[in-house]
């Protein structure tokens, strides 16, 4: 069973920066393909950005050029960097592997 867990939501002013972190549970030896999606009230779940265990990048279209996905050496830990934050970001992050979800992050772009 895969565990994630995510840490670093909070509240930040637009225009504000804030960084999100998941350390997934699992062998080292496998560097493994990372997502992290966001789900607004109301909304459903939306793909936010992914790292593949290659190194390969790809964002939504809403966060790009804003945010920054990345990993921590070979270590199945990621980070989603959030810049230029708008009040529209405002969601619960989640990270995912595979089929597994960590329990997500509450993340207030408010002034």
């Known amino acids: 069973q895969v565990r994630l867990v995510e840490s670093g939501g909070g509240l930040v002013q637009p225009g504000g920066s804030l960084r999100l972190s998941c350390v997934a549970s699992?062998?080292?030896?496998?560097?493994?393909?990372l997502g992290w999606y966001r789900q607004a009230p109301g909304k459903q779940r939306e793909w936010v950005a992914t790292?593949?265990?290659?190194?390969?990048?790809s964002y939504a279209d809403s966060v790009k050029g804003r945010f920054t996905i990345s990993r921590e050496g070979r270590k199945n830990t990621v980070f989603l960097q959030m810049n230029s934050t708008k009040p529209e970001d405002t969601a619960v992050y989640y990270c995912k592997r595979g089929t597994s979800w960590g329990q997500g992050t509450q993340v207030t772009v408010s002034s």
């Open positions: 790292i593949t265990g290659e190194g390969q990048i």
């Open positions: 699992g062998s080292i030896n496998i560097i493994y393909t």
